[in-house]
């Protein structure tokens, strides 16, 4: 039976595949779109960039579906196929020593990574939970968002749920309403700058994280900033072409957005 890296037809090939934010064990992740997603994608590495299992969730409620677990089973069987997998622990799964430990040999874990391209690009690989003290949020404002961001996912996972139903298009609703509040997009703004010059400082040609479930690829100061999105809101991934180009990808249509040299903060495709 085909499966791994067994070449199918109408797989996109690429030679990286960066995932983060996944959040297995959270109720409302995109695990269903996820798993369709991976089955048209083909890679020589997967990099998986923090957040993959919500540990915080599931220590609030137990909750693992088929579908969870199938997103678990695929990664797996694409690496004793031969695809090189490497797994950067987030805010939310790095409590997972146990998981970890379970993982080495299976997968690369580390705190940070360094990609080097196929165009010899050296890319600083993080989750980006680690600017969580730079970027200033004040208390309050992070408590009142958190609340809204729940009451909003909740409402996109139904509306999404019933688009599905009747065989409509995926829909980010939560990420065009995060986008629609000025705090939110400020918020944005800054976090992508403190990364980008932070892999600037250290030597780097750019940054790919995640954390902020905001998918960006963009140029800031010559510096790359990547951002794979997440699968809660934005259903979507970073990959790097055969040639090294970088590019985003988002699920169901698998939009292509490639890098770009702005200055504000810009919506890419979606």
Same mark, same amino acid.
């Given at each position: 039976?085909?499966?791994?890296?067994? @070449? $199918?037809?109408?797989?996109?090939?690429?030679?990286?595949?960066? %995932?983060?934010?996944?959040?297995?064990?959270?109720?409302?992740? $995109?695990?269903?779109?996820?798993?369709?997603?991976?089955?048209?994608?083909?890679?020589?590495?997967?990099? %998986?960039?923090?957040? +993959?299992? !919500?540990? %915080?969730?599931?220590?609030?409620?137990?909750?693992?579906?088929?579908?969870h677990a199938q997103v678990v089973r695929t990664l797996l069987a694409?690496?004793?196929?031969?695809?090189?997998?490497?797994? +950067?622990?987030?805010?939310?799964?790095?409590?997972?020593?146990?998981?970890?430990?379970?993982?080495?040999?299976?997968?690369?874990?580390?705190?940070? *990574?360094?990609?080097?391209?196929?165009?010899?690009?050296?890319?600083?690989?993080?989750?980006?939970?680690?600017?969580?003290?730079?970027?200033?949020?004040?208390?309050?404002?992070?408590?009142?968002?958190?609340?809204?961001?729940?009451?909003?996912? @909740?409402?996109?996972?139904?509306?999404?749920?019933?688009?599905?139903?009747?065989?409509?298009?995926? *829909?980010?609703?939560?990420?065009?309403?995060?986008?629609?509040?000025?705090?939110?997009?400020?918020? +944005?703004?800054?976090?992508?700058?403190?990364?980008?010059?932070?892999?600037?400082?250290?030597?780097? !040609?750019?940054?790919?994280?995640?954390?902020?479930? @905001?998918?960006?690829?963009?140029?800031?100061?010559?510096?790359?900033?990547?951002?794979?999105?997440? *699968?809660?809101?934005?259903?979507?991934?970073?990959?790097?072409?055969?040639?090294?180009?970088?590019?985003?990808?988002?699920w169901p249509h698998a939009a292509r957005a490639r890098r770009r040299?702005?200055?504000?903060?810009?919506?890419?495709?979606?």
């Open positions: 039976m085909a499966h791994g890296n067994v @070449r $199918r037809p109408g797989r996109t090939r690429v030679r990286t595949l960066f %995932l983060s934010d996944i959040h297995l064990g959270y109720r409302h992740a $995109r695990a269903r779109e996820l798993n369709e997603f991976l089955a048209g994608v083909e890679a020589e590495s997967i990099v %998986l960039v923090g957040d +993959i299992v !919500d540990a %915080l969730s599931l220590a609030r409620r137990v909750f693992w579906s088929v579908e694409r690496g004793r196929a031969g695809t090189r997998l490497v797994y +950067i622990p987030g805010n939310h799964d790095e409590s997972l020593g146990v998981f970890a430990e379970m993982l080495q040999g299976q997968f690369e874990v580390h705190r940070e *990574w360094v990609h080097r391209t196929q165009r010899g690009e050296r890319l600083l690989v993080l989750h980006g939970d680690q600017f969580d003290g730079v970027v200033d949020c004040s208390p309050w404002l992070m408590h009142l968002g958190d609340a809204l961001y729940e009451l909003t996912v @909740r409402l996109s996972a139904g509306v999404n749920d019933v688009r599905r139903a009747l065989g409509k298009a995926y *829909w980010p609703l939560a990420e065009r309403e995060k986008l629609a509040i000025p705090t939110s997009v400020r918020y +944005i703004e800054m976090f992508e700058h403190v990364a980008a010059r932070h892999a600037r400082a250290r030597g780097y !040609d750019g940054v790919v994280c995640g954390h902020i479930h @905001r998918a960006n690829l963009r140029d800031i100061g010559g510096t790359l900033y990547g951002n794979t999105g997440d *699968w809660v809101e934005s259903c979507s991934a970073l990959v790097e072409a055969a040639g090294g180009e970088l590019q985003l990808l988002r040299r702005t200055v504000g903060l810009v919506a890419d495709v979606a």
